[in-house]
Nanobody, 125 residues
Framework: QVQLVESGGGLVQAGGSLRLSCAAS????????LGWFRQAPGKEREFVGA????????YYADSVKGRFTISRDNAKNTVYLQMNSLKPEDTAVYSC??????????????????WGQGTQVTVSS
């Protein structure tokens, strides 16, 4: 059974940094893509970025390009979301998700089969 567990959320001041982790277990993820999504209060869930487990290619939403970086550690089966220059509008519950990698559509929420429970990120002004 696939399990995704996020950690690393918390409270940070604007301009600060946080690193989220997503520990994946339950299968091999070589043919999967791991995505990060976020949902702010009263808003729909939105795509943040994704990484292809095979090859490590990364993709980002325009709102986080240049500030957020996704990486993976194959040995630990863990994906990271490094968030720098945080803004109050980055406040949200951040979740990781896994989907079979078909080479496209990484931003589509519906394409992801497995989800973590989420971790809260709060950025104060």
């Amino acid at each position: 059974q696939v399990q995704l567990v996020e950690s690393g959320g918390g409270l940070v001041q604007a301009g600060g940094s946080l690193r989220l982790s997503c520990a994946a277990s339950g299968r091999t993820f070589g043919s999967y893509v791991l995505g990060w999504f976020r949902q702010a209060p009263g808003k729909e869930r939105e795509f943040v970025g994704a990484i292809r487990w095979s090859g490590g290619n990364t993709y980002y939403a325009d709102s986080v390009k240049g500030r957020f970086t996704i990486s993976r550690d194959n040995a630990k089966n863990t994906v990271y979301l490094q968030m720098n220059s945080l803004k109050p509008e980055d406040t949200a519950v951040y979740s990781c998700a896994a989907a079979r990698d078909y080479g496209l559509g990484y931003g589509r929420i519906q394409g992801y089969d497995y989800w973590g429970q989420g971790t809260q990120v709060t950025v104060s002004s």
